[in-house]
């Protein structure tokens, strides 16, 4: 399944728990456990997207493009102020954001090469990007 797919889905069976209180209080205990580990898978596909657009953002943005520059154009000094405004996330999860944006974009996928010729930085960082990628890694988990 891709990850569109997988986020749709999740996204789909989050709404299926219904919108009220109520009908969570109604839930039996594995069932309530299950629901709050599909909305966190769900929180981590979104957190991916939002990575994705992060790093669009910031190449939109980036210092070369000097005043005609997204973030510039619209009154913003950084990408990172510009998320800080829009999400609104602290200045370091807007980092985060877009430096895994930015990883996802620019390390190949190491799957589908000869790794034989790439250096041991760009293996972690293809792997990191697809872990990124997939949803299975946490944005936040790759800085680290």
């Not at 569109?4 to 109604?26: K, Y």
């Amino acid at each position: 399944m891709s990850f569109t797919q997988s986020f749709a889905t999740t996204a789909q069976s989050v709404v299926a728990l219904g919108l009220h209180p109520a009908s969570l209080s109604a839930l039996p205990d594995e069932s309530l456990l299950a629901a709050h580990m599909l909305l966190t898978d769900h929180r981590r596909h979104a957190e991916t997207y939002a990575a994705w657009l992060a790093g669009e953002i910031a190449r939109r943005s980036s210092r070369d493009a000097g005043h005609s520059g997204l973030a510039q154009r619209k009154g913003f000094g950084s990408a990172e102020a510009m998320l800080q405004t829009l999400s609104p996330v602290s200045r370091v999860e807007a980092t985060q954001l877009i430096e895994a944006g930015k990883l996802m974009v620019a390390s190949p996928d190491t799957a589908a090469l000869d790794t034989s010729s790439l250096d041991t930085a760009a293996l972690w960082e293809g792997a990191l990007a697809a872990a990124l990628r997939s949803g299975e890694l946490h944005v936040a988990s790759a800085e680290a």
